[in-house]
């Protein structure tokens, strides 16, 4: 299989350099207070549609995905492992330069649930074609059961698009509204008394798009809970040299730079809200202008367990525990500055 940590590790470890030099368990629930250092475990639920026609899945309803069933169900679950340790390793504060920091998020596959056809529609005034219909969808696999019987925070759901429907790449549901990258529709999920997550992965792509997908999520989040000091003083402007996002590398001057060359001035390995980290130059070359591996170096640098970062004269909480433990947070009103 396909080792991303020992293709991460290799450049995560070196020095900065010019480009010319260059299955089901039981969830133990443990207390917001006593996580801050341990990881918070996110219990994932696979679902997956596969419409197949003779031993292959069916390109005519896809749009664009034709490959036999056996082919799909190796990338699907080769892509989720990757997809898992992407994301464990990106919650690892600092990871690339502190050999003993520990991931902050530790996700659990409860189950995978499989359906040999397509995916239910429905038709959602604004949208060119059919929208995924999710409420047909967790109905289907009976959703409150595995949400607040089994734990289950996130749903993994392995679809299509291909031009021929619509989908959110992150859709929430709970006690705490819908934040998330979507239109935010209270009634597109059924609401239960937990919140929980849907990812909509497209097979027809690999693991940095559907790391793109919690990417995207994490900035909703964070951004809802801290709109100033999230997007304005970590994000920042392009040009600023602040940490940037998804689509945006600090050094970035337009959506999915992620190979630009050109040097910026930058404190992503030193960030502080006041600016008064150490600055380095950098281009892409330090996540080898890689999409994927600018999501993990990105996540790396979102202030995590014992980040020793203050503002104001307050710590900086572990941002982690807003994704890992959302709805505990929420209820507590954990920020990202310790209160």
């Known amino acids: ?3 991303l940590k020992k293709r991460l590790a290799r450049w995560l470890a070196s020095p900065i350099q010019s480009e010319e030099r260059s299955t089901g368990s039981a969830v133990t629930q443990t207390s917001l207070a006593d996580r801050r250092s341990a990881p918070f475990t996110i219990p994932v639920l696979v679902v997956n549609y596969f ?13 664009d995905v034709d490959a036999s069933l056996a082919q799909i169900r190796q990338h699907t679950a080769r892509t989720t ?3 898992v340790q992407a994301l464990e390793q990106g919650s690892t504060y600092h990871g690339y330069k502190e050999p003993a ?16 056809e397509p995916l239910p529609t429905w038709r959602k005034a604004g949208h060119r074609v059919p929208m995924t219909d999710y409420n047909a969808i967790m109905d289907r696999i009976n959703i409150r059961e595995w949400v607040e019987q ?5 749903v993994w759901l392995w679809g299509y698009h291909g031009g021929v429907i619509d989908l959110w790449e992150s859709n929430m549901a709970g006690p705490f509204g819908d934040i998330s990258n ?48 999230f997007w304005n003083k970590f994000v920042g402007k392009p040009g600023e040299g602040r940490c940037g996002w ?58 995590g367990a014992d980040n020793g970062i203050t503002y104001r004269g307050r710590p900086l909480t572990n941002w982690w525990q807003c994704i890992g433990a959302f709805d505990e947070a929420m209820a507590r009103g954990v920020g990202l500055v310790e209160t």
């Open 150 to 154: 089994r734990g289950v925070k996130e």
């Open 81 to 83: 492992a990757q997809v």
């Open 182 to 229: 979507s239109d935010r529709d209270p009634h597109d999920l059924p609401v239960l008394d937990q919140t929980y997550t849907v990812y909509h992965y497209n097979y027809g792509r690999g693991p940095s798009e559907a790391v793109e997908d919690h990417m995207h999520q994490i900035e909703a989040i964070l951004r809802h809970i801290d709109p100033d000091l």
């Open 246 to 303: 998804a689509h945006y590398p600090p050094n970035g001057q337009r959506d999915y730079d992620w190979r630009n060359r050109n040097y910026v001035l930058t404190d992503i390995e030193d960030w502080r809200p006041d600016g008064s980290g150490q600055k380095q130059q950098m281009n892409c070359a330090r996540w080898r202008c890689d999409s994927l591996t600018w999501f993990i170096y990105w996540m790396q640098n979102v202030p």
């Open 1 to 3: 299989m396909y080792n």
């Open 101 to 116: 920091a520990q991931p902050s998020l530790h996700y659990e596959i409860v189950d995978t649930l499989e359906f040999l």
């Open 51 to 63: 419409p197949v026609r003779n031993g292959r899945v069916d390109r005519s309803v896809t749009g």
